[in-house]
């Protein structure tokens, strides 16, 4: 009766190691997060809201814009998250809400500027009402940091590492093709520069704001390159051409992408203790267009939502989309579905074939 110790000390043995593996799996699930904040500047693509507040046609603040997301309809031009709502998630924040209507609060896990329409030119995207575009959310990050941020920090050193380990995500310069240089009925710059020329333009401006954010502490940048718009169905549909996209527009983009990695390798080398990392989602993107069942998709050319335009422009409010819209690359006439979004952010987060010269991984570690 009395001789089950054995029995007993073996059982304690196992519950121990349960234990012990309990406490390394609650230690490795949540060890806070890899960043202590993440600020997001852009376009529509990085937009969580910020036009919900602004005089403007460029809105997704009804459904089905948000079928697919926790919080519903928030303003995301997506059915789900965007890339920036990923690389929250990766980095253990959580997702970046949009400045303008978090005025009164700041919020320390950091904050999204980005506006749909805008882009990087004062006058990108006018044509349809008031957005911020890439001055005015500088301008705005400024005034957070210079007022509001510093309260949040016992001392300006504190708040100078916090802004030095945080990371600046960007995706803007698609517009200054879509909404500018690709209107020539209302918009004068492709009469007035080349293609190579007008994506120094944008590079210039560019990195100005860039250098304006670093003279404000910010050190840890990831710029995402413009996506392959010829293939967006807005543009793919309306020209004749033979393949699944217009390589015109492609092509003009592709000026603006080499500038770019010159311009990030030159500011990092230039910058003390700065790091400027490229977000290679235009050749990502192409391929998944291309080689579609490759990413697990099955239509790389049709919206999921019905559209205005006949599989072009945006969704029309409150029909009922695609079943499917994990199968495909396209939500609307120009944005991405969650599930494109999460390879996009979780290649760069990884791989440095995506985001180089380092990874999100690497990048939060320097
Ligand atoms: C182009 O248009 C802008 C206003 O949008 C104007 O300021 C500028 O002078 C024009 N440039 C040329 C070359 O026509
Ligand atoms: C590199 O950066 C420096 C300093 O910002 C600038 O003067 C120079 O024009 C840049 N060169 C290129 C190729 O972008
Ligand atoms: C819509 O576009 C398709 C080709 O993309 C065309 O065959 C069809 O006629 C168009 N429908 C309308 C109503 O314009
Ligand atoms: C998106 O939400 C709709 C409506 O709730 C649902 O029918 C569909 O299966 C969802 N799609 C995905 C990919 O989660
Ligand atoms: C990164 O790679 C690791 C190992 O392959 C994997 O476990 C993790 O889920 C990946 N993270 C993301 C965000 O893709």
């Not at 005025?103 to 506006?115: C, D, W």
């Not at 080398?269 to 697990?296: E, H, K």
């Not at 050319?301 to 335009?309: K, L, S």
Request: proline letters at 7%; glycine letters at 8%.
């Amino acid at each position: 009766m009395r001789d089950h110790s054995p029995m007993v000390s073996t059982f304690s043995a196992f519950l121990l190691v349960v234990i012990r593996l309990q406490t390394r799996v609650a230690c490795s699930s949540s060890p806070g997060p890899l960043a202590p904040a993440l600020f997001v500047f852009g376009d529509s693509t990085f937009d969580s809201g910020n036009n919900n507040r602004l005089p403007t046609l460029a809105k997704a603040n009804y459904l089905p814009y948000g079928d697919n997301f926790s919080g519903g309809v928030t303003g995301r031009f997506t059915n789900g998250r965007n890339i920036p709502d990923f690389l929250a998630e990766f980095l253990g924040l959580p997702y970046a809400p949009p400045y303008l209507s978090f005025r009164t609060s700041v919020v320390i896990t950091g904050l999204n500027f980005a506006s749909g329409a805008c882009g990087i030119l004062p006058d990108t995207g006018d044509y349809l009402g008031k957005c911020l575009n890439l001055d005015d959310q500088v301008r705005l990050f400024e005034s957070a940091a210079r007022n509001d941020l510093p309260r949040l920090f016992k001392s300006s050193d504190e708040f100078s590492s916090y802004l030095a380990k945080s990371i600046f995500a960007f995706s803007i310069g698609n517009n200054d093709y879509i909404n500018n240089y690709l209107i020539p009925t209302l918009y004068n710059t492709s009469k007035t520069y080349e293609p190579w020329p007008f994506a120094k333009l944008l590079g210039a401006a560019l990195s100005r704001h860039l250098e304006r954010l670093y003279n404000m502490g910010a050190r840890k940048f990831v710029v995402f390159q413009i996506g392959p718009i010829g293939c967006i169905p807005t543009i793919a549909k309306k020209s004749k051409h033979d393949g699944v996209c217009d390589e015109g527009p492609n092509l003009l983009v592709s000026y603006f992408n080499q500038m770019l990695q010159l311009m990030l390798e030159n500011m990092t080398s230039s910058l003390t203790r700065s790091m400027f990392v490229l977000g290679r989602a235009n050749p990502l993107g192409y391929d998944a267009i291309i080689n579609p069942s490759i990413y697990g998709l099955t239509d790389s050319r049709n919206p999921c939502c019905t559209t205005w335009g006949n599989g072009s422009f945006s969704c029309v409010p409150f029909l009922t989309p695609c079943r499917d819209a994990d199968k495909h690359f396209f939500w609307d006439g120009y944005h991405l579905t969650d599930t494109v979004s999460s390879i996009i952010a979780s290649r760069c987060f990884n791989d440095t074939i995506v985001c180089s010269p380092v990874s999100i991984q690497d990048l939060v570690q320097i």
